[in-house]
């Protein structure tokens, strides 16, 4: 059974840093993209940034360039996104989700989704 679980949401003052861990079984870790997208109310679900543990390569959007680091540790099957200076606009739910390698980082599609956690910034 494939399974991401997120962790690691909470609140932050804007200015603050949090990290986001993503957890996966049930698929070859090392053969897959993992991303991570993001909602918020009454928005469209947002791509964020993902990697590709076949090859190392990585997508940012434009809004989190600079902010964000996203990274993969195979031997824990676990990718990890760590943001910095929050914006109150970053306040969404997170979503981790995996596909194929051969998915586009950016379109996907992606197969397999998580629950998601919340991260609120405060202004």
């Known amino acids: 059974e494939v399974q991401l679980v997120e962790s690691g949401g909470g609140l932050v003052q804007a200015g603050g840093s949090l990290r986001l861990s993503c957890a996966t079984s049930g698929f070859t870790f090392d053969r897959y993209l993992i991303g991570w997208f993001r909602q918020a109310p009454g928005k469209e679900r947002e791509g964020v940034s993902s990697?590709?543990?076949?090859?190392?390569?990585?997508y940012y959007a434009d809004s989190v360039k600079g902010r964000f680091t996203i990274s993969s540790d195979n031997a824990k099957n676990t990718v990890y996104l760590q943001m910095h200076s929050l914006k109150p606009e970053d306040t969404a739910v997170y979503y981790c989700a995996a596909g194929p390698s051969t998915t586009n980082l950016q379109l996907g599609p992606y197969n397999f989704w998580g629950q998601g956690t919340q991260v609120t910034g405060s202004s």
């Open positions: 990697i590709n543990n076949d090859d190392g390569s990585t």
